[in-house]
């Protein structure tokens, strides 16, 4: 047996925990054996204190699943000198252990190609095959086991046109597991109805997507060199850009929904439509959300004040769309509208890193701005920080934005989505955030293969 870490046992087999486990006892040391056929969970009870172990083992669709536990002990060490038994028990027995009765189906493999040609998405053949992805692509397959494809289509569509939004989608179901939430796919519709030990909320998933012409060939976007260019970008072109999907997904009405119905309705966006554009193109969000812009001033004296400005409409082109999407006929239904620009394959490759997937000889570097703690700083700070480093740390919901309704008929409590940071629009115009004390707002990830 041999210890493991945390992150690595909560990336093979976090999926299987039940929301009041959590709550009943804690979690204090985790432990594999036999090449991780089988995974050992050392707890504690909650009411009195006392130490068990649960063994896991994978089941007929490859999913860590309980096949056994050992009694109440006072300490850990006891329960450790326990464990070697109901190991050996399991593992003499580990084909018919295996099997939970309720298994139907073949494992889900996402990285072997079912499309060929012209059809597979180069970005998905860049990560399969590149040895500098592999610790994405590792962290991906023990989660993809219990990623439940209500459309019948994930795998086709992860492996041809919609890569960047089923990535989204596999990153927000990573992000809610973490948070302690289990799902609910008997409908199909929207993405994720998740319930965890306090609450219930459902999300529904969308993106940016590139822009094609009539003959379905790509637009470049706009260029973004200059300051000029940049307050048009943010202020006009992303604006409608987000209008786009958000005003789509209005349109299905899923708080209609009996299974959504009284339950807080989150819309999920990234955006996907350049390479690397989530790194300027965040900032959007909320002057689209809210039909505001605030911009830093300085006075005579040179105190900083923050000056809001109300936004009626944006312009692009021949595109006109009307701001301030909460305030649309029926918007009241959205609790809030959730981003992360962080929230990439690099998040999957820095995650990977972390619980000692992939290749060894990948280093990761990761360079970005992060907001400060200072009370009144202006400007963001940088960072850079070694991935392989012992000391570094990530979650999931590290990086994500949630912007809250104001008019909402179903709140989102904030520690319905611990972590994140909440943004909240106040009656005289301004913004208020509760942000964590780490809260990087956009970063680029480096990685480099030791050929040595």
């Not at 992805?133 to 962290?139: D, F, G, H, L």
């Not at 904030?414 to 208020?432: I, K, T």
């Not at 004390?437 to 480096?446: Q, V």
Request: net charge negative; charged share 20%.
């Amino acid at each position: 047996m041999k210890d493991i870490s945390e992150i690595r046992f909560n990336a093979l087999a976090g999926y299987c925990r039940q929301p009041y486990a959590l709550v009943a006892a804690h979690e204090v040391r985790w432990l594999q054996a036999h090449d991780e056929d089988i995974l050992i969970v050392i707890i504690q009870d909650v009411t009195d204190g006392d130490y068990s172990a649960l063994l896991l083992a994978k089941d007929l669709k490859e999913r860590y699943r309980w096949v056994g536990d050992t009694p109440f002990f006072e300490s850990v060490e006891e329960v450790m000198a326990e464990v070697p038994v109901a190991v050996k028990a399991v593992h003499d027995n580990l084909d018919a252990e295996r099997a939970q009765g309720d298994e139907k189906g073949k494992p889900v493999d996402f990285f072997t190609p079912i499309v060929g040609g012209e059809k597979i998405n180069a970005d998905f053949v860049t990560i399969a095959t590149l040895e500098g992805y592999s610790p994405a692509v590792e962290i991906i397959k023990p989660m993809m086991r219990w990623y439940e494809d209500a459309d019948g289509n994930f795998v086709e569509q992860f492996q041809t046109t919609g890569f960047d939004t089923r990535l989204w989608e596999l990153y927000l179901f990573a992000a809610l597991v973490e948070s302690g939430y289990v799902f609910d796919k008997s409908m199909p519709m929207p993405d994720f109805c998740a319930r965890s030990a306090f609450a219930e909320l459902c999300i529904e998933a969308t993106t940016v997507n590139p822009s094609r012409d009539a003959a379905g060939v790509m637009v470049p976007p706009p260029v973004v060199e200059t300051m000029e260019q940049f307050v048009a970008f943010d202020r006009h072109y992303m604006p409608i850009r987000y209008a786009g999907p958000l005003t789509t997904k209005l349109k299905k009405k899923y708080w209609e929904r009996e299974h959504v119905r009284g339950r807080p309705l989150v819309f999920a966006i990234q955006d996907f439509h350049a390479p690397g554009s989530m790194a300027i193109s965040s900032s959007a969000l909320p002057i689209y959300l809210y039909g505001r812009c605030w911009t830093l001033k300085q006075n005579a004296s040179g105190a900083m004040s923050i000056e809001v400005v109300a936004v009626d409409q944006h312009v692009w082109g021949s595109k006109t769309v009307p701001s301030g999407f909460f305030n649309l006929p029926d918007s009241e239904n959205i609790s809030a509208v959730l981003s992360n620009p962080s929230a990439t394959i690099s998040k999957f490759n820095r995650m990977g890193v972390l619980a000692g997937f992939g290749s060894k000889r990948v280093a990761l570097r990761r360079m970005g701005i992060a907001t400060s703690n200072e009370a009144d700083a202006a400007e963001p700070v940088q960072f850079s920080f070694n991935i392989n480093a012992a000391e570094y740390h990530e979650s999931w919901i590290e990086g994500m934005d949630v912007y809250h309704n104001p008019k909402a008929t179903v709140p989102l409590h904030p520690m319905m989505l611990p972590g994140a940071a909440h943004h909240f629009l106040r009656e005289d115009g301004q913004m208020e955030s509760l942000i964590p004390k780490w809260h990087p707002l956009g970063s680029m990830t480096h990685i480099s293969v030791d050929e040595g």
